[in-house]
């Protein structure tokens, strides 16, 4: 009996242990994803866009307060390109940098849980060719504007200071046209409409997987 009870107490003791809570100053992230978008546009465009993307992030964050932490997030996203008889896409990526606020809802030994959200800005470049009246046209479009999220994100921590994480978000990247550049001469306006006052939204669902750091 006494046995018994000694094994009890050792399996509770290791149980505890693995979930108690963990004490460390930073947690970094690195992995890769993927994000489908809608991209609703202040031009006259009848049928829905859409575009997908291969995103590769990094996020780092600081605890500032039990259960709250702070940070920097950086995605690239790389966005898939089709390729036919008459037009091609050359490039097509965009940058994003966010300053990060998460609440860490379970935060222990071996599990970190968090909710949180994101502000900050992107761009977005892509260059095209295709072909209009037999004559090969290249095109360039620049935008700017804010970026924003909401994400939640699981951490399982394997060892003491790495892991595995997985993460979903909505995303809504708005953009300004700041530039369109045709065969090598800026143009003011696109169907019709000065630059300026053209506008997308990349709105969409990301999930991502990679590796965690905690020191």
């Known amino acids: 009996m006494k046995k018994l009870l000694v094994i009890v107490f050792a399996l509770n003791f290791v149980y505890a242990k693995a979930q108690e809570d963990f004490k460390y100053h930073a947690q970094f992230d690195l992995g890769v994803g993927a994000t489908i978008f809608n991209v609703p546009s202040s031009l006259n465009i009848d049928e829905k866009s859409g575009a997908f993307a291969t995103a590769f992030k990094f996020d780092a964050t600081a605890e500032v307060k039990k259960h709250f932490s702070i940070g920097l997030?950086?995605?690239f996203n790389k966005y898939a390109t089709e390729t036919d008889s008459l037009s091609t896409f050359i490039e097509a990526k965009s940058p994003v940098?966010?300053?990060l606020a998460n609440?860490?809802?379970i935060d222990k030994k071996k599990i970190n849980f968090c909710i949180g959200t994101g502000v900050g800005v992107n761009g977005l470049n892509y260059e095209r060719t295709f072909v209009q009246d037999s004559v090969v046209v290249n095109g360039k479009v620049r935008t700017e504007g804010p970026a924003y999220s909401l994400h939640t994100q699981l951490r399982y921590y394997f060892t003491k200071n790495i892991g595995l994480f997985f993460r979903t978000q909505y995303i809504v990247n708005g953009g300004q046209l700041k530039s369109l550049i045709v065969n090598g001469e800026k143009q003011a306006?696109?169907?019709n409409k000065?630059?300026?006052d053209v506008f997308f939204s990349f709105r969409g669902?990301?999930?991502s997987l990679g590796l965690s750091?905690?020191?």
Do not use: A, K
């Open 189 to 191: 306006r696109i169907d």
């Open 73 to 75: 997030g950086i995605t």
């Open 213 to 215: 750091f905690r020191f």
């Open 194 to 196: 000065p630059i300026e």
């Open 103 to 105: 609440y860490h809802l």
């Open 97 to 99: 940098i966010l300053f």
């Open 205 to 207: 669902v990301s999930v």
